[in-house]
Nanobody, 125 residues
Framework: QLQLVESGGGSVQPGGSLRLSCAAS????????IGWFRQAPGKEREGVSC????????YYADSVKGRFTISRDHVKNTVNLQMNSLKSEDTAVYYC??????????????????WGQGTQVTVSP
């Protein structure tokens, strides 16, 4: 079993920033495709960003492109999501997930095999 834990969520003003982190207790995350997803009340879970295990390619949803950056911290064995210029529309529970089997990452929840518990991000005046 692969245990994932998200951290870094909180409440911020519009235009503010947060950095989310996804950590694994034992496994080396650089071996896997990692995705960040979010789910707001009453809405489907949507892909935010992902980073591939092979070439390190990154992908972003159009709604966050230019504002969010996904990266790997090899020292801490985490995958981070830096979120800048936050908007109220970014309010959601954010989840990290691991895709064990694909050669590259996808912003599709069904591709992922393990999920963290989620961390709340709230953006409001």
């Amino acid at each position: 079993q692969l245990q994932l834990v998200e951290s870094g969520g909180g409440s911020v003003q519009p235009g503010g920033s947060l950095r989310l982190s996804c950590a694994a207790s034992r496994r080396t995350l650089e071996d896997y495709n990692i995705g960040w997803f979010r789910q707001a009340p009453g809405k489907e879970r949507e892909g935010v960003s992902c980073i591939s295990s092979s070439g390190g390619d990154t992908y972003y949803a159009d709604s966050v492109k230019g504002r969010f950056t996904i990266s790997r911290d090899h020292v801490k064995n985490t995958v981070n999501l830096q979120m800048n210029s936050l908007k109220s529309e970014d309010t959601a529970v954010y989840y990290c997930a691991v895709d064990l089997f694909d050669s590259s990452c996808y912003l599709y929840p069904g591709s992922y095999d393990y999920w963290g518990q989620g961390t709340q991000v709230t953006v409001s005046p």
